[in-house]
């Protein structure tokens, strides 16, 4: 069996961190819309699911500012999710944290790739 390589976390990283900022900068708009949709902060708490997975398996092999990075933008985007699930309020920090991930994720990716040539 071959070994799942941390590219391919990096890669699963900045699509879920990418389509969940996405998710979260797009979404409060077409709630303005006459559609009948509603924010349901489960599907928050699956892409912070991906992610925190995604970054466990990075953060072993990753410098300490890229581990850095990723741990405080997840940091930031479990606080944001579990505080709107439980308190029902919505906090901005799950901006931040998507970025953070993106920037964390893609920073990664190149030191890995430059490794490898």
Excluded at 24 to 30: K, N, Q, R, S, V
Excluded at 38 to 53: E, K, R, T
Excluded at 79 to 88: G, H, K, P, R, Y
Excluded at 97 to 115: C, P, S, T, W
């Amino acid at each position: 069996m071959k070994k799942i390589s941390t590219s391919f976390y990096d890669i699963l990283g900045i699509s879920s961190a990418t389509i969940c900022l996405v998710h979260c900068l797009i979404f409060p708009l077409l709630t303005i819309l006459p559609l009948g949709l509603s924010h349901n902060p489960i599907i928050d708490l699956l892409f912070a699911s991906i992610g925190l997975f995604a970054i466990l398996k990075i953060i072993k092999k990753s410098s300490l500012l890229v581990s850095s990075i990723l741990v405080v933008s997840m940091a930031l985007i479990w606080i944001s999710v579990l505080t709107e699930l439980l308190l029902d309020i919505h906090l901005d920090l799950i901006y931040f944290g998507g970025f953070g991930m993106i920037i964390g994720h893609l920073i990664n990716y190149k030191l890995h790739r430059n490794q490898n040539h």
